[in-house]
């Protein structure tokens, strides 16, 4: 039998192959194997006999289909069909999403160019040219080195040894050896990497930090540094910003990526951002600590039981890699999910155990598989709309679930949803994922109304910001909850809520600040609402702005509740009028607000295109957005 395994992206993608490359290899030991692959990446395979031969093409060539102008392009790959061609393989096992239309042309030209009679890989729709399919539920829903042992076991390839490989020769470990210093006795040897690769400096920690960690690891620890990588990762940085420049080894830009196996291979712990230097650590055996920002933990965490992922939680990571699109390659701009790691959360004080973190809770594979969730008694809770969850909810349930989350110990938030969310979040990834993570996304338009009839289900009532900020400050006023109003215009929020305390005697609002939702004023934004001592934070940067400010900085808010309510301040302020109350009834209270403020036009016009979409779609996701593609 011939095989040959594509796997054309950088090295962390390649060591995640290796379990699936060893499956082959054990079930079918007298396998002819080639690895189709980076020339970067190959000499990871050196000494593991997992390929009888390494074929190197640089993916860079074609990684656009603008590459296609260029002849020189052209010829490459001209060749490399040729050789292909020539390869007499029985099967090609292609080990990659299909994120990108061109992504899937590419590989289905490599696997007809093999003429192997078997083309094997996974499918999200667009492996049309597959013969054997393992279904695609999106990235993250199960680790990649899980989707490549399925995609082995197509051809009954399996195995129970799923470790990681690379290869490490003996001149490697004795070059090793000869870099690092002679072990003292119980004297840690610990691996920085302060980079993260070339593909996304989104995904970097402040090298600062990487400093302070080292410092605390020599000055608690006792532990000796080597810091490694490439010379691009800004070692210097961290030079620059240590104490105990004594205690470091600078191997960085001068290791190959065997050697510097090797070397991870001698230490005793490994820290470092998400990029291809976390899984040689793993592969290598060595205790790993990765900090993941921006990017899919749930795919990429390092495959070890010795691993332990540091992540602040913030609800819109990650943002890169989700559901069945590349999505925010570079993060957004605040870096928040990245930025407020502090070394405490990455060697806390004492050390915590090793966990091993392979699927994130919101890509389980239980998540829901109809356009409805039901409760017992078959009592609909929530239904989805074009992928996005709108919850059965009336504004006295509301208050009640307010009641509970304010008593509670963790921080929730609130989407008031409209047709206008949901079409602007069919082509913004990041404002997607925000409102499928959300605690609670209320039905605030009535075309919602409608499109909930059409899927079979009846929503109660229509449930707005703009109504349901006098009500929650009514209840506040009873229960004694504390407000603060963020946003809208300079003075509105201030003057809502003396408006608000003079109708309801008793209510406290401790804040009001207009700010703004750039990232730069984040930080002092969010130390002036925590030290109010507010349970509810009302966030008025209309949507998406809201959103997104709350779901990044949800982990570090004090308030138990935080809700975009647009332009409810306006409202209660006098600044905006609403629409009379028989337009509200009458579900035409978006024609009173195109009337006054005519510049809505563009927006008004995702409404017509908000029906067409639910007329052809219902409850299903845009087709790239997979993790609810059963829906």
């Known amino acids: 039998m011939k095989l040959l395994a594509v796997e054309l992206a950088d090295i962390g993608d390649l060591i995640m192959a290796t379990p699936a490359l060893s499956a082959l290899r054990e079930t079918y030991p007298d396998a002819h194997i080639d690895v189709l692959t980076t020339p970067h990446a190959a000499p990871l395979l050196n000494g593991t006999n997992l390929a009888n031969s390494v074929l190197m093409f640089d993916k860079a060539t074609f990684d656009r289909a603008s590459s296609l102008l260029r002849p020189s392009n052209v010829w490459a790959a001209i060749r490399l069909a040729i050789r292909l061609r020539h390869g007499g393989y029985d099967a090609v096992l292609i080990f990659h999403h299909l994120t990108t239309r061109f992504g899937a042309l590419k590989y289905a030209a490599l696997a007809f160019a093999s003429a192997a009679p078997r083309r094997l890989g996974l499918d999200n729709g667009k492996g049309w040219f597959l013969t054997d399919r393992v279904q695609d539920r999106g990235f993250g829903v199960e680790h990649q080195v899980r989707y490549w042992l399925k995609v082995a076991a197509l051809l009954d390839a399996k195995s129970a040894d799923e470790r990681l490989h690379i290869g490490i020769s003996e001149a490697d470990r004795a070059w090793a050896e000869s870099h690092l210093p002679t072990r003292v006795a119980n004297q840690k040897l610990v691996a920085i990497h302060p980079g993260s690769g070339g593909y996304s400096l989104a995904r970097r920690w402040e090298a600062e930090k990487f400093a302070a960690l080292a410092d ?9 540094i080597v810091l490694v990588g490439g010379a691009n990762d800004d070692p210097e940085l961290v030079w620059a910003a240590m104490r105990n420049l004594d205690k470091v080894i600078d191997l960085s830009g001068q290791t190959t990526l065997n050697q510097l196996a090797a070397v991870l291979a001698r230490c005793d712990h490994f820290f470092g951002a998400d990029s291809g230097v976390i899984h040689v650590a793993a592969a290598a055996g060595t205790r790993v600590t990765a900090l993941f920002g921006p990017s899919n933990h749930a795919a990429w965490a390092p495959w070890s039981r010795s691993a332990r992922v540091v992540r602040t939680g913030v609800r819109c990571s990650p943002c890169s890699y989700v ?22 959360m990455v060697y806390p004080t004492p050390p915590p155990p090793p966990h091993f973190v392979e699927r994130g809770s919101q890509y389980s594979a239980d998540s829901p598989s109809l356009s409805t969730e039901r409760v017992p008694g078959g009592e609909v809770k929530l239904l989805h709309v074009l992928g996005l ?4 909810i009336t504004f006295a349930g509301l208050l009640d679930r307010i009641g509970e989350w304010v008593a509670g110990t963790t921080t929730r938030q609130i989407c008031t949803v409209n047709p206008e969310f949901i079409m602007a979040a069919q082509k913004d990834i990041h404002f997607y994922n925000i409102l499928s993570r959300a605690d609670l996304c209320v039905p605030d338009g009535i075309g919602l109304l409608w499109a909930a009839r059409r899927l079979g289900v009846r929503l109660p009532e229509r449930v707005t910001g703009s109504d349901g900020v006098p009500l929650i400050a009514e209840r506040a006023a009873r229960e004694g909850w504390k407000l603060f109003f963020l946003g809208a215009a300079p003075g ?6 003396r408006r608000l305390t003079a109708r309801f005697p008793g209510l406290k609002v401790v804040g009001t600040v207009a700010g703004s939702p750039d990232p730069l004023e984040e930080d002092a934004l969010i130390e002036q609402i925590n030290a109010s001592g507010a349970d509810v934070l009302f966030v008025a940067y209309g949507a998406p702005n809201q959103d997104k400010w709350i779901a990044r900085n949800l982990p570090r808010l004090h308030p138990r509740v935080a809700m975009g309510v647009g332009g409810a301040l306006d409202f209660v302020a006098g600044v905006t009028q609403r629409a009379p109350r028989w337009m509200q009834r009458a579900g035409i209270e978006w024609l009173h607000r195109l009337i006054r403020e005519p510049w809505r036009w563009r927006r008004m016009m995702r409404l017509p295109l908000f029906v067409i979409a639910v007329l052809r779609r219902g409850g299903r996701p845009p087709a790239r957005f997979v993790a609810y593609r059963n829906i």
């Open 216 to 224: 605390r690891l020599i000055e608690r620890d006792g532990a000796q």
């Open 492 to 497: 509105v929020a201030a003057d809502a809520a």
């Open 323 to 344: 559901f069945d699109t590349v999505g925010l390659r570079e993060g957004c701009a605040a870096r928040t999910c990245i930025r407020t790691l502090t070394v405490e």
């Open 389 to 392: 969850p709108v919850h059965k």
